[in-house]
């Protein structure tokens, strides 16, 4: 079981808006440290879609977007496409395992 | 452009050992952490390891998971990053891919991926 909690899955019709909440604790993010999110579409390789919480890398829509607040972590999809339909981890540090911990990761259905 | 090419990975028995090469190109790998990260079949992903720049130590973290058994090293010289995978597990089993961190020290967030590598640890 992961210290970061996702839900399992979540879904929306096209041109809506879903959320998909990361809850952490007082170890990892509510300890300050980075939330980065990922997409990974079936049979590819992971996507980095925002990073230190609420940045987004070049090429990646304004329609991702990541915040933050106490031991949670959210990434918000709006104006959602057929082409969102991926598994989506957040990914963060955790200061009692000294290392990396993932979500169990997301899975977004576009209806 | 930013390249990942993994090499390595196959068949293993357990107990015995595999090496996993990850060549890059297209950025000074020097100034960039590298972390591995797994996948096993229809499950979610893992965190294996990485290993900062040079600039930050070259210092290494691994999961609990994998701690006394697998290897990170780097020769920025040849622009490669090794997982050297010791003493495996079925567990282990899994497609495993190297990633670029984004800055020389750690969990900045991967922005590059190897295309992945497929290990399988039966017997």
């Known amino acids: 079981q992961s210290l970061l909690t996702q839900p399992p899955s979540v879904s929306g019709a096209p041109g809506q808006g879903v959320t998909i909440s990361c809850t952490g604790s007082?170890?990892?993010?509510?300890?300050?440290?980075?939330v980065h999110w990922y997409q990974q579409l079936p049979g590819t390789v992971p996507k980095l879609l925002i990073y230190?919480?609420?940045n987004r890398p070049s090429g990646v829509p304004d329609r991702f977007s990541g915040s933050k607040s106490g031991p949670s972590a959210s990434l918000a999809i709006t104006g959602l496409q057929a082409e969102d339909e991926a598994d989506y981890y957040c990914?963060?540090?955790?200061?009692?395992?000294?290392?990396?911990?993932f979500g169990g990761g997301t899975k977004l259905t576009v209806l | 452009e930013v390249q990942l090419v993994q090499s390595g990975g196959g068949l293993a028995k357990p107990g015995r050992s595999l090496r996993l090469s990850c060549a890059a190109s297209?950025?000074?790998?020097?100034?960039?952490?590298m972390s591995w990260v797994r996948q096993a079949p229809g499950k979610g992903l893992e965190w294996v390891g990485f290993?900062?720049?040079?600039?930050?130590?070259?210092?290494?973290e691994n999961a609990a998971s994998v701690k006394g058994r697998f290897t990170l090293s780097r020769d920025d010289s040849k622009g490669i990053a090794y997982l050297q995978m010791d003493n495996l597990k079925i567990e282990d089993t899994a497609v495993y891919f190297c990633?670029?961190?984004?800055?020389?020290?750690?969990?900045?967030?991967?922005?590059?991926w190897g295309q992945g590598a497929l290990v399988t640890v039966s017997s």
């Open positions: 990633a670029r961190e984004r800055t020389g020290y750690s969990s900045s967030g991967s922005d590059f």
């Open positions: 297209g950025f000074i790998v020097g100034d960039h952490g």
């Open positions: 290993i900062r720049s040079k600039a930050y130590g070259g210092t290494i």
């Open positions: 007082s170890s990892n993010i509510g300890a300050g440290y980075n």
């Open positions: 230190d919480t609420q």
């Open positions: 990914q963060s540090y955790d200061t009692s395992l000294r290392g990396v911990v």
